[in-house]
T-cell receptor, first 116, second 114 residues
Framework: GAVVSQHPSWVICKSGTSVKIECRSL??????MFWYRQFPKQSLMLMAT?????????EQGVEKDKFLINHASLTLSTLTVTSAHPEDSSFYIC????????????FGPGTRLTVL | KNQVEQSPQSLIILEGKNCTLQ??????????LRWYKQDTGRGPVSLTI?????NTKSNGRYTATLDADTKQSSLHITASQLSDSASYIC?????????????FGAGTRLAVHP
């Protein structure tokens, strides 16, 4: 149980284009979903927290207009990287929790984004 | 400042040998500490979780210890296997009201060689 999937697993795009990454909780309802970014040989950095049906809360330094997050249902959250640039190339990982205040986050397998 | 520091940054051991990874944290107030295994190009998978009152927790060949007084934790891997090659991440939960805030360490990259 508690499986989180991401799609796509990897994507290559041209600079200036937008890329959408999906995060789904397959066998539970995710009240809260988290989006992380991980650069090579570094740990995960929280980008934003999203609750179903409300606006995402972004961490300091993360541009909300560049990284659009939509959490339209209890099983799906999407991260859209708008006008992507090479410096946005990274490993993006989502996680989900079943209840708002639980500390058990189930992580997805990640999406490798490469911007040319 | 709430931080989690891990050592060593990387480690190479031979198959069958044991190893111990270290984690020091300054997170306060502290809720719990988890060790995750992250294979290359994959998301983290939880190995153990310990609260303030727990000193040790085992999961197969993985044994985690916690000293809440000195704010140190270790992950001991016994009889290492090639499949243990991965990054091991120490994650401390900051108890800040109801906000689910995790503080991640940079990880230890373990390579097990035959």
């Amino acid at each position: 149980g508690a499986v989180v999937s991401q799609h796509p697993s990897w994507v290559i795009c041209k600079s200036g284009t937008s890329v959408k990454i999906e995060c789904r909780s397959l066998d539970f309802q995710a009240t809260t979903m988290f989006w992380y970014r991980q650069f090579p040989k570094q740990s995960l950095m929280l980008m934003a927290t999203s609750n179903e049906g409300s606006k995402a809360t972004y961490e300091q330094g993360v541009e909300k207009d560049k990284f659009l997050i939509n959490h339209a249902s209890l099983t799906l959250s999407t991260l859209t990287v708008t006008s992507a640039h090479p410096e946005d190339s990274s490993f993006y990982i989502c996680s989900a929790t079943e209840e708002t205040f639980t500390d058990t986050q189930y992580f997805g397998p990640g999406t490798r984004l490469t911007v040319l | 400042k709430n931080q989690v520091e891990q050592s060593p940054q990387s480690l190479i051991i031979l198959e069958g040998k044991n190893c111990t990874l270290q984690c020091n944290y300054t997170v306060s107030p502290f809720s719990n500490l988890r060790w995750y295994k992250q294979d290359t190009g994959r998301g983290p998978v939880s190995l153990t979780i310990m609260t303030f009152s727990e000193n040790t927790k085992s999961n197969g060949r993985y044994t985690a210890t916690l000293d809440a007084d000195t704010k140190q934790s270790s992950l001991h891997i016994t009889a290492s296997q090639l499949s243990d090659s991965a990054s091991y991440i120490c994650v401390v939960r900051h108890r800040s009201g109801g906000y689910n805030k995790l503080i991640f360490g940079a990880g230890t990259r373990l390579a097990v060689h035959p």
